[in-house]
Protein backbone atom coordinates (compact mmCIF):
# COMPACT_ATOMS: atom_id res chain seq x y z
CA UNK A 1 0.00 0.00 0.00
CA UNK A 2 1.64 3.52 -1.16
CA UNK A 3 1.29 6.24 1.37
CA UNK A 4 3.22 9.66 1.90
CA UNK A 5 3.83 10.37 5.21
CA UNK A 6 4.73 14.14 6.17
CA UNK A 7 6.52 15.39 9.62
CA UNK A 8 8.13 18.31 11.31
CA UNK A 9 4.72 20.89 11.68
CA UNK A 10 4.12 22.12 14.90
CA UNK A 11 3.61 25.56 16.27
CA UNK A 12 6.28 28.70 16.01
CA UNK A 13 6.14 32.75 16.74
CA UNK A 14 5.93 34.80 13.88
CA UNK A 15 9.04 34.98 12.36
CA UNK A 16 10.48 31.31 13.28
CA UNK A 17 11.26 28.51 10.99
CA UNK A 18 10.05 24.81 10.58
CA UNK A 19 11.24 21.97 8.36
CA UNK A 20 8.93 19.82 6.94
CA UNK A 21 9.55 16.42 5.72
CA UNK A 22 7.82 13.98 3.03
CA UNK A 23 8.73 10.29 3.06
CA UNK A 24 6.96 7.45 0.83
CA UNK A 25 6.25 3.70 2.26
CA UNK A 26 5.52 1.54 -1.32
CA UNK A 27 6.70 4.33 -3.20
CA UNK A 28 10.27 5.77 -4.44
CA UNK A 29 9.42 9.39 -4.06
CA UNK A 30 12.49 10.08 -6.11
CA UNK A 31 10.98 9.09 -8.64
CA UNK A 32 8.28 11.07 -8.92
CA UNK A 33 7.68 14.92 -9.29
CA UNK A 34 7.16 16.54 -5.32
CA UNK A 35 4.82 19.35 -4.30
CA UNK A 36 3.90 20.98 -1.02
CA UNK A 37 -0.03 22.27 -0.52
CA UNK A 38 -1.27 23.88 2.44
CA UNK A 39 -4.54 24.72 3.52
CA UNK A 40 -5.75 26.92 6.03
CA UNK A 41 -9.56 26.56 7.67
CA UNK A 42 -11.84 27.83 5.57
CA UNK A 43 -9.64 28.04 2.80
CA UNK A 44 -9.34 25.81 -0.66
CA UNK A 45 -6.34 24.19 -0.30
CA UNK A 46 -3.21 26.06 -2.33
CA UNK A 47 -0.13 25.30 -4.12
CA UNK A 48 3.09 25.68 -2.04
CA UNK A 49 5.98 24.68 -4.05
CA UNK A 50 7.53 21.85 -6.03
CA UNK A 51 10.26 20.01 -7.45
CA UNK A 52 10.85 17.54 -10.35
CA UNK A 53 12.68 14.55 -10.19
CA UNK A 54 15.75 16.58 -11.85
CA UNK A 55 15.33 18.81 -9.08
CA UNK A 56 13.79 22.15 -10.83
CA UNK A 57 12.09 24.13 -7.87
CA UNK A 58 8.86 26.38 -8.01
CA UNK A 59 7.33 28.23 -5.63
CA UNK A 60 4.34 30.41 -5.09
CA UNK A 61 4.89 33.98 -4.74
CA UNK A 62 3.59 34.28 -1.16
CA UNK A 63 6.56 32.03 -0.08
CA UNK A 64 9.41 33.14 -2.73
CA UNK A 65 12.31 33.66 -1.37
CA UNK A 66 11.47 32.06 2.49
CA UNK A 67 10.09 28.91 1.96
CA UNK A 68 13.10 26.36 0.33
CA UNK A 69 12.27 23.00 -0.95
CA UNK A 70 14.78 20.43 -1.63
CA UNK A 71 15.12 15.94 -1.98
CA UNK A 72 17.27 14.36 0.01
CA UNK A 73 18.55 11.43 -2.28
CA UNK A 74 19.82 9.45 -0.06
CA UNK A 75 17.20 8.75 2.61
CA UNK A 76 14.60 9.72 -0.43
CA UNK A 77 12.84 12.52 0.97
CA UNK A 78 11.74 15.68 -0.03
CA UNK A 79 11.80 18.48 2.77
CA UNK A 80 9.90 22.04 2.80
CA UNK A 81 12.43 24.47 4.84
CA UNK A 82 9.82 27.52 6.14
CA UNK A 83 11.71 30.45 6.85
CA UNK A 84 9.94 33.95 8.53
CA UNK A 85 6.78 32.19 9.11
CA UNK A 86 3.97 34.28 9.49
CA UNK A 87 0.16 33.57 10.29
CA UNK A 88 -0.68 33.83 7.06
CA UNK A 89 1.39 30.57 6.43
CA UNK A 90 -0.62 28.85 9.33
CA UNK A 91 -2.64 25.21 8.12
CA UNK A 92 -2.34 21.85 7.03
CA UNK A 93 0.47 21.12 4.97
CA UNK A 94 0.56 18.32 2.61
CA UNK A 95 2.66 15.91 0.35
CA UNK A 96 1.78 15.09 -3.09
CA UNK A 97 3.82 13.21 -5.83
CA UNK A 98 2.83 12.75 -9.29
CA UNK A 99 4.29 10.45 -11.85
CA UNK A 100 2.29 9.56 -15.10
CA UNK A 101 -1.33 9.21 -13.80
CA UNK A 102 0.00 8.32 -10.37
CA UNK A 103 -0.44 10.33 -8.01
CA UNK A 104 -0.70 10.32 -4.19
CA UNK A 105 -1.16 12.75 -1.40
CA UNK A 106 -0.03 12.60 2.20
CA UNK A 107 -2.84 12.93 5.52
CA UNK A 108 -1.25 16.22 6.55
CA UNK A 109 1.16 18.11 8.73
CA UNK A 110 0.21 20.90 10.99
CA UNK A 111 1.56 24.24 11.00
CA UNK A 112 0.58 27.38 13.60
CA UNK A 113 2.34 30.20 13.47
CA UNK A 114 0.85 32.84 16.68
CA UNK A 115 2.37 34.84 19.28
Known amino acids: QVRLVESGGGAVQPGGSLRLSCAGA????????IAWYRQAPGNQREWVAS???????AYADSVKGRFTISRHSAEDTVDLQMNSLNPADAGVYYC?????????WGQGTQVSVTS
Open 96 to 104: YARRGNGEY
Open 51 to 57: ISTGGVT
Open 26 to 33: GIVVNTYS
